[in-house]
């Protein structure tokens, strides 16, 4: 950490910056500069809590150069991660995953027939929700245990593996019987709770980036989860939110060369989510592969117009379809 | 809701929107423009899931009238709600509350010392964490339970009901035990589970405004808690994320009138998290209750310098007892 | 426009309404519903100023179905624009068009080598900046006229056309003689006085889309240009301000599809002022031409860290020929 | 400025680095941490761009000390500056100065009602636009020079100075011909031919904050006026951009003890087009002055629902004297 202390900072008033540092148990290293000093602060093993030290007088700003993350980071890690879903792979040197399938489980027959859709299609994973996070009370909340049951039995008649989201920390011992990998939404990416029990157990996890989550804070909230044992995370950008309406979120897809350099896990990004509208999906999707994404999460829905959840961002079976075949063009043309 | 029909929308594509619209189960009731036709949809009685109708072709957008939310509404519920914690009382009518104390418990002298102090002052409530959302998992998260007996003794010994946050279902047992108050941080704003949770319980509830949420979300996450019965909330703002960072957050004032317009609840503001600087904090305090909040939440800290968390942000037991001289002339200045 | 009223408007309020609408010229035509009126505001020719209705008693919310532009939209121009600049053609059908160059003009030298580099490589257009806009005034503000003329002699020697950045009305006439193409920085989307003159001279536009202007905005700003007689405008995507500060500016790359389905003109993209990294600029410049870019505009520096201005963000000349392999193989596949 | 290096950079990378900073004129100092180096860059007189700098090969971050404005700091100039207006006094010490009018000048009619209503009700200055920014070209532009006089003239029989917008530098002569303040509005705020026209001008200036511009850069924006030589610069804060929509801008009203500390111009607030609500604009006017604003600007119109725009924001003449009496209460308890 660096302190910048004001211009007219006082001789007495550094020398309480620097004893402070030293009470805290680290090293303080003056810089004298020609417009002011600045102290840097050596010894910290981690993350610096600078909030005693911003207000003592004197103090202009503290400048972090640790992170609140290490062992996500590529920095302390150099070799990328692959993440194994059930024979699936995400990460460098694998083929792009693609995960597809409906927002919400609805029916037997609806997620039967979006399996064999997006199977047929070539999907290598199947995505549905049965714990569904909605604004308010007053709409479908989803099927619950019951959803599960069905998404396991359509996994298993398309022989993908599936994944579906927790939304609370009493529900993991039920997903993980019914699911390959678990699923935390943006809404909870800062639910630190459920990130830890998330991180104890052994499913693989992606977790999605919050609505206005910083990548740091994106990369912290999967250190939780590894910091707990549990080293099969994938990170999904899935759009932010800005002041533009235009699009559902505002899909950030520099965060995928960024978070490659940055990390070493795998990261997919989630094109239905991101611009709420049909029409943006299939030309994001393949924007999303050349960016370097190790995978897509697309929803796909049998009979949009009647979805109980997200219908104008869903492909139909045929929609998606024809988006796979432009993949399969693609992926080869990219060398996978 | 209103379905707003493409320029060149072909009559058969009205028509299926029409058909749509009354399958769904309401009735659709075309508004002819000069450039363009629109559809209103009627008959619902709440908000209606636009997804499915979004992206039939010819619609350029859908428009909704209700809203996610509806108990919390003033539209339904005009009278103003006041929520009586241990005989502290917020709301319009009541003086507004002062709640005060650390960021984190840290120490039984810590807490009994800013307890002594926040009381002497004139606050009426006493906070402090137990449990604390950290953005990364390496640095300090709270005493647990042992910091809620600490928080339970410095309330009892200066006669002030406290307040703490729960982070996940499980503590709701013990919190409620040692607590007169459950706060619902930032971070968990849109955690649907706890906030179903919360709502079961007796307890009165702070639920702090998601970091990027709207007013709209803020208003149906509030609607979650009332929905299972707990009709005892209180709205509490503190700053948005936005892309000014010369201050932790950007305070949101504006949404102190505008809420009290919207909702029957009670609406508190916290000026220390909103601003995380100490010299702002004052002044931002006296600017909030101007602005019509029923109380605000302050964070002091008997020796900021040594904090474990956010000592930037927190007011020292003596500049408390000044802020405090200050807001006791303005509250008489505005008739309380 | 649609009115919609309160819930609990009366009949006398909704009857004021209907008056006003109607004093302002426009048609009423109320749409009773099972929770609420809305009336709807028909016979307007173009977007209605809602400020005088939006504050009747009784009403809740104004909601707008025109749009404040016009020509600029696919829905009153279906069929897609080409524009020229000096045999250089942007549009549907067309092979993007890639524009690189520096920043900022530095010295004959400089450009010469720049220009010999990027046209080497194949750009198809020259870029740099003569007049410069910088936050603060203590920094490099161009070489102003001087900078035209080595503009013009690198562009010529060069034999590849050249745009460059006009920043005030007076400075058109010489920009004119110069250059073969303007450009409407960023800062000044909105400045209308600016854009009005843009739109009086027969030269073509680039026009930069504003740090925080939403997709509307920027297709009034072009609606300005065009207004005026001059048709002839390109958008360029650049980036938009969110929270995320780990990238210069969050590249929003959805627009581009969105933008091709709203508006006829084209769009490009540029990609070193909003990733601000070189290491982000070669990934993004490819996922940019396959959502659909009309082509790219590339920060090229001979040598990028004396470059007196974003050089963190500026490819080299091998840098550049190196990404410029990559792209016209993945044109080639794109069917270009 | 702080270069701070990778955790695995090389000594050879340290001390390319290094040579770098010598090369451009500056001094290096190499900081060793425990984890990763760190290098000061010392001797510069002011902003040092980092372009060439961030990126060489194992730099992870460089970090600005010095800022991109000095003479409009607090830090170089510790007292608070005083702006006279033809005898209204903005600053520390004066009481705060309420500015009112119609958004844009309609008639003589209308412009003198507007200010014998706000002179009675107790403003010290009028406002009116003759030159109207609006999003799109089809809308209400303003009177231009007709509307000047019709200002000066009402001006001149209320006895109040009079302040109006200014778009673009050829009308600088009319304006100050006429006006006895110009007005930058926030559209232009980065527009930094007017920022230096008008700094040449010996007019004083109210400087609208852009909307999506930080601190820093309002404050650069300043520096841009006062570095001509012009130092008579009133800030005004009117909204900034964010996510929330339900309000027109969001009000951001700690950047004003913010700006007290940093700067040592005086700073109003400007509720009616921060708010975009007429209900919202008086308690938003109390809480700026308690916040410290050196005055307010308000948005009055004779006849709101007759306005020709942002009628919603404006406040009658009845309204806006009940509002004086309210801050005439206030002031006088703020001590003034």
Not at 58 to 78: A, L, W
Not at 237 to 249: L, M, P, S
Not at 303 to 311: E, H, S, T, W
Request: one cysteine or more; aromatic letters at 4%.
């Amino acid at each position: 950490m660096l302190i910048v202390m004001h211009h007219h900072a006082t001789r007495a008033q550094i020398d309480q910056v620097i004893a402070t540092v030293e009470e805290l148990g680290y090293r303080a290293e003056p810089i004298p500069g020609s417009l002011r000093t600045a102290i840097g602060v050596l010894g910290n093993q981690g993350y610096v809590d600078d909030s005693t030290i911003r207000n003592l007088p004197g103090v202009r700003e503290t400048i972090h150069v640790s992170k609140p993350y290490k062992m996500v980071s590529r920095d302390f890690h150099p070799e990328p991660s692959v993440v194994d879903v059930s024979g699936v792979r995400f990460g460098d040197g694998e083929k792009p995953v693609i995960i597809a399938g409906p927002c919400s489980i609805e029916t037997e027959q609806q997620m039967l027939e979006a399996a064999t859709q997006v199977k047929a299609a070539g999907a290598q994973m199947l995505r549905g929700g049965a714990f569904k996070p909605r604004t308010g009370p007053h709409t479908f909340q989803g099927l619950g245990v019951e959803g599960l049951k069905i998404l396991q039995q359509a996994g298993r008649a398309s022989g993908l593996p599936v994944v579906t989201e927790v939304m609370r920390i009493e529900q993991l011992d039920v997903i993980c019987r019914y699911a390959d990998m678990l699923q935390v939404g943006a809404r909870n990416m800062q639910n630190f709770d459920l990130l830890k029990e998330v991180g104890k157990t052994e499913h693989p996890v992606l977790l999605k980036r919050g609505m206005s989550a910083t990548i740091e804070e994106f990369l912290a909230a999967a250190e939780y989860i590894v910091a707990e044992g549990n080293k099969r995370v994938v990170l999904c950008e899935r759009g932010i939110r800005t002041f533009e309406k235009a699009t559902r979120n505002t899909l950030d897809l520099s965060v995928v060369p960024l978070i490659r350099e940055m990390s070493h896990l795998p990261i997919i990004v989630d094109p239905s989510h991101a611009t709420g509208k049909r029409s943006l999906v299939s030309v994001m999707s393949k924007a999303a592969l050349v960016a370097g994404a190790h995978g897509l999460m697309i929803e796909v829905h049998p009979d949009p117009a009647k979805a109980l959840c997200d219908g104008a961002q869903s492909l139909t079976g045929a929609g998606f379809a024809e988006l796979m075949g432009e993949i399969s063009g693609l992926l080869q043309y990219l060398g996978h």
